[in-house]
Nanobody, 127 residues
Framework: QVQLVESGGGLVQPGGSLRLSCAASGSTLDYSIGWFRQAPGKEREGISYISKSGGTKKYADSVKGRFTISRDNAQKTVYLQMNSLKPEDTAVYYC?????????????????????WGKGTQVTVSS
């Protein structure tokens, strides 16, 4: 199984930006990758997805137009650029890897389709 490590979280003011990274161990990053977040007392929410090739990208309505997912397979890293951050974006952010191609429908947003998870990175949006 691939091991994933998230980084780039922190404290940012409303309207600010952060870029999260999801770095994979192992020889390749031959997985589709999802980004999820979980706020205290809430369920884990799928917010973005990128296919193995990077050709298919998905976003939750809550982040569409503000967040951008990308990947560098040579660096075995997936990025989540987060702009125009809001207090409601405060959560622990996780990346997850899947062998499946999840670009059709809304399966990409379901945690059960992912087999490997990172430990998460905290994002706090507050003035």
């Amino acid at each position: 199984q691939v091991q994933l490590v998230e980084s780039g979280g922190g404290l940012v003011q409303p309207g600010g930006s952060l870029r999260l990274s999801c770095a994979a161990s192992g020889s390749t990053l031959d997985y589709s990758i999802g980004w999820f977040r979980q706020a205290p007392g809430k369920e884990r929410e799928g917010i973005s997805y990128i296919s193995k090739s990077g050709g298919t990208k998905k976003y939750a309505d809550s982040v569409k137009g503000r967040f951008t997912i990308s990947r560098d397979n040579a660096q075995k890293t997936v990025y989540l650029q987060m702009n125009s951050l809001k207090p409601e974006d405060t959560a622990v952010y996780y990346c997850a890897a899947s062998w499946e191609s999840l670009g059709l429908g809304s399966r990409w947003a379901l945690p059960g389709h992912y087999g490997s998870w990172g430990k998460g990175t905290q994002v706090t949006v507050s003035s």
